[in-house]
């Protein structure tokens, strides 16, 4: 589980550094400053949640099931929050008004608080 928790966050902090390259450069010509910053908002949490997988990965008392679960709701969570993000920041640049789909945001965000609650629970309940 840990090589593919290590290898999925490397892959996701690569497309994290491409998503940020071409929001600073591409779309800065075709976004307003509040859009920017918007696609700014999924990039940073992209990469957040990219770090604490490799943080996850490297824990050696966390047991299997609860990486598994952790490395899950991040995936999702980062899907949907960023995700969305990126679409509703880019929402004028296509004829599909994403709008419609921003409800999976505020999902994204609380499987991203599950997964960092996850951890606290283990170690809150963890015996020493």
Partial sequence: M???ILSTAAFIGML???LGAFGAHALKKVLDAEQ??????GV???MYHALFLIFIAT???????????????TLSGIF???GSIYLLATNNLTSFDFKTIGFVTPIGGLLLI???GTLLLHYFNKKS
């Fill in 114 to 116: 599950l997964a960092w």
């Fill in 2 to 4: 840990d090589r593919r």
């Fill in 36 to 41: 920017l910053i918007t696609f700014e908002t």
């Fill in 80 to 82: 949907l929050f960023s």
């Fill in 44 to 46: 940073r949490y992209q």
């Fill in 16 to 18: 994290t550094i491409i």
């Fill in 59 to 73: 824990l050696k008392d966390l047991p299997e099931k609860t990486k598994k679960t952790i490395y899950f709701l």
